[in-house]
């Protein structure tokens, strides 16, 4: 080391020796910019460039050198052999050329090693070419060991400076490579410079065609403008690039943030990009997500494996959330060439919508979505499970339970006061049962209750008293009074399949019903054919209508005082091909519990008003009108049409309701009733006195009519409280205006005291019972007003 100083120091000028390191290092500056551009090159601009490349390269080590030599002051004549300074010119770019060529192979990781070594063996080639073409009026005399020394020098930091210079993007790697290249070229011409020693030799004469010093000067010269012009050629290039790169990356951001998709771009398993998208979802800024690892973002590693071992395809996976909460994701990886180098850019979905979506289809594949419970078919195959596992000596209790009258809430009120009393039934009862009890809805207002592992009856039958009790004292609630009646069957004892448990649970429903609703029972086996039966009635029932099963029987109205017929009442009859004659306390009120009052109702008001059309006496009809018709929405419409279609003149109709009927949904009715009044039609209040009697009722509704209830009428001569009701409402009927009419007429002093008590009309077996309407032809086609009431009771006694 201390002889190459002393070379250096001593026998070099140190202005020129400047002069070459800064050629040199612009040299390799151009070398390794122009390199990388050649990298990223295709066809045959890459030649092209690296060609451009290896120029500049041999160039800037040969005008380097022959600088130096300038430098070198050995205080003898000499020159250079022409010949050999080029040869040592072209060996310098020829194999620079081939090393830059090699280190730049795909694929091949030694490639940049293997390339810089070569890069420094043209170096020495160079070197000793152009020693070699220096003369001398002297002897040279060579070191070995610092020849070799010089050798090793450039090929070990050559080796290195390729691969440092082509390693990364950022500024540092390419200075760092020029800077390693312009040692390994002055490290290898000093090291050689200093390995030489000339000894003066007068005999030894310089032959007289070497070029001169001055002219090897101005070669060098051009040489280094050259040198220096490449360089500044790949600074502008590169600053280009750079610019061009920016502008890629802005524009690729601003793609990607535009995706709705979170997209990654990874370079192996290093994040150097992430969209906006992604950052939302990940909850963390974009800046803190670059550098970080996938698996930090990706905690399931065996996913990880698959997605980058199978490009193009969808990954399911879990991304981990700033919080540390997990979100279901679904990725794709695809290759791309991001900043000039391989990359990997992964796509990244959230699943969580469809997972929530695909949760919310299993639950409501499993649940009623009104009021969230279990389902018919979970609950089948809950039962299923349990009889499988139930353990000897423990039963399985299975309660049905329906709502008591929801189809009169639901007619009534509306489909949405319905639903409030679903969900407010089963919220209520559901918060009754533990963990192991299941409670579904069936179907409309059926639900089910699963008791297993219960030590007998008395279990099932306390559930079922608290049941009760809660809705009882719920039940003066303003806003959803709700009742229920509840069956119950025990397995193994009344069955051990889950189609007769259901079944006999819920016969005892029906026994409930029948008992008075609002209660429970239990499974009996005689309980079967009863309530066999009772299904019965209500599929024939179902179809009278359509068989012609139903027909209407009449019943006068007389007015007292003129002793003439002036209506019928028309009273609904059923009578069954199978069953014969059903009373109408048997099946008006199935009618109302399984929904058939409509049409039969329907039915009545068209039957008797096509009948009345026909009647040559102008008498009235009264007809019956049910809290369901009176609620519908359409009935006034509906009546209407009917009085068109049939051609009865309004005047002749009158529509006979209950008081129960005006308390359910006071403004409603009175719309209702306003609408039918306007249309000429008269209407009665019937019952008057068994219901919510109210004055006000009378006062708010446009009553033509008051209907006395037959209780009271049978009761005038056996309790004063009666008569003295009656009298009342007789009284009540003249202040206010309103005929009234008494029901229930069976005997001579029932009528002689409604007589005395000037009742305007009545009604009852005295008179005439319900019969067709042929029995009384002699009234609707003829005008016999004083003979009527005698004609009358003549035809009820016979």
């Not at 959803?480 to 399949?497: N, V």
């Not at 179902?542 to 209506?567: C, H, T």
């Not at 069976?746 to 319900?770: A, I, K, M």
Request: charge should be negative.
């Amino acid at each position: 080391m201390l002889k190459v100083y002393n070379c250096i120091a001593t026998e070099h000028d140190l202005k020129l020796v400047a002069l070459a390191a800064f050629v040199c290092v612009l040299a390799s500056i151009a070398a390794i910019r122009l390199l990388r551009y050649a990298r990223i090159s295709k066809g045959r601009m890459r030649g092209v460039w690296l060609t451009v490349s290896a120029v500049s390269t041999g160039f800037g080590i040969w005008a380097t050198h022959f600088i130096a030599m300038l430098a070198f002051t050995p205080v003898l004549p000499g020159g250079y052999n022409i010949e050999l300074t080029v040869l040592s010119l072209i060996a310098a770019i020829v194999l620079t050329g081939v090393g830059l060529t090699v280190a730049l192979i795909k694929n091949w990781r030694l490639g940049p090693w293997v390339g810089g070594a070569i890069v420094a063996g043209g170096i020495a080639a160079m070197h000793y070419t152009g020693m070699a073409a220096f003369e001398v009026a002297g002897m040279v005399v060579w070191d070995p060991v610092l020849v070799a020394a010089s050798i090793v020098v450039g090929a070990v930091i050559g080796a290195i400076a390729l691969p440092v210079g082509l390693h990364g993007d950022h500024e540092g790697w390419k200075i760092g490579g020029a800077l390693l290249l312009t040692l390994a070229i002055c490290g290898h011409h000093f090291t050689g410079m200093g390995a030489i020693s000339i000894i003066p030799d007068p005999s030894i004469t310089v032959s007289q065609t070497v070029l001169p010093a001055e002219w090897l000067a101005m070669a060098v010269a051009v040489a280094s403008l050259g040198v220096l012009g490449l360089a500044t050629a790949g600074v502008v290039i590169d600053i280009r690039d750079h610019r061009r790169s920016l502008l890629e990356t802005d524009r690729m951001r601003d793609l990607a943030d535009a995706s709705v998709e979170g997209l990654l771009v990874c370079d192996g398993q290093t994040i150097v990009s992430a969209n906006k998208s992604f950052s939302q979802l990940a909850g963390s800024p974009a800046g803190s997500l670059v550098g970080g690892t996938l698996e930090s973002c990706f905690p399931d590693s065996v996913a990880l494996s698959k997605l980058m071992s199978r490009p193009n395809h969808a990954i399911e996976t879990e991304l981990r959330h700033r919080d540390g909460s997990l979100t279901p994701v679904e990725l794709i990886m695809r290759p791309i060439v991001f900043a000039e180098r391989p990359h990997h850019v992964i796509a990244v979905r959230d699943l969580k919508a469809r997972k929530d979506a695909e949760e919310h289809i299993h639950f409501l594949a499993h649940h009623d979505a009104l009021t969230r419970l279990p389902n018919r078919a979970y609950f089948n195959a809950r039962v299923d499970q349990e009889i499988a596992a139930l353990p000897p000596g423990k039963s399985l209790g299975v309660l049905c339970l329906d709502l008591d009258r929801f189809k009169e809430i639901n007619d009534l009120f509306g489909h949405a006061a319905g639903d409030r009393a679903l969900q407010t039934f089963a919220s209520r009862v559901h918060a009754l049962l533990d963990d192991q009890q299941m409670m579904a809805r069936l179907g409309g207002d059926e639900f089910a209750i699963l008791m297993p592992g219960i030590s007998g009856p008395a279990a099932a039958g306390r559930l079922a008293e608290t049941i009760l009790e809660t809705l009882r004292d719920t039940a003066d609630a303003p806003e959803m009074p709700i009742a229920a009646s509840i069956g119950i069957a025990l397995g193994p004892d009344d069955a051990g399949d889950r189609q007769s448990l259901l079944n006999h649970a819920d016969v005892a429903l029906y026994r409930a019903k029948q008992e008075g609703r609002n209660t429970y029972r239990f499974f009996e086996a005689k309980m079967g054919a009863e309530v066999r039966d009772r299904r019965l009635v209500e599929y024939d029932l179902r179809l009278a209508i359509s068989r012609g099963e139903l027909w209407l029987a009449y019943q006068p109205q007389l007015d007292i005082r003129r002793g003439k017929v002036v209506g019928f009442e028309a009273l609904v009859r059923w009578k069954s091909a199978s069953r014969g004659e059903i009373s109408p306390s048997v099946f008006i009120p199935i009618a109302e519990e399984i929904g058939a009052i409509l049409p039969i109702g329907d039915w009545v008001l068209k039957e008797a008003c096509r009948e009345a059309a026909t009647w040559k006496t102008p008498l009235k009809v009264a007809v019956n009108v049910s809290a369901v018709q009176l609620h519908n929405a359409t009935f006034a419409q509906e009546l209407h049409q009917i009085l068109i279609e049939t051609g009865l003149p309004a005047k002749r109709l009158e529509i006979e309701i209950t008081e129960t009927a005006l308390v359910r949904d006071f403004n409603r009715t009175l719309a209702t009733l306003r609408q039918v009044k306007a249309f000429g039609v008269e209407i009665a209040m019937d019952d008057f006195g068994t219901g919510y009697s109210s004055l006000s009722n009378l006062r708010a509704f446009p009553f033509d009519r008051i209907k006395i209830d037959r209780s009271f009428i049978k009761s005038v001569h056996s309790n004063q409280q009666a008569a003295t009701i009656v009298r009342a409402v007789l009284g009540l009927g003249k202040g206010l205006g309103l005929p009234v009419l008494a029901e229930g007429v069976e005997t001579n002093e029932e009528l002689r005291f409604l007589q005395e008590e000037s009742c305007d009309e009545v009604q009852g077996y005295l008179l005439g019972r319900p019969a067709a309407i042929g029995s009384f032809r002699e009234f609707t086609n003829s005008d016999t007003s004083l003979s009527q009431a005698a004609s009358l009771r003549r035809s009820a006694n016979g």
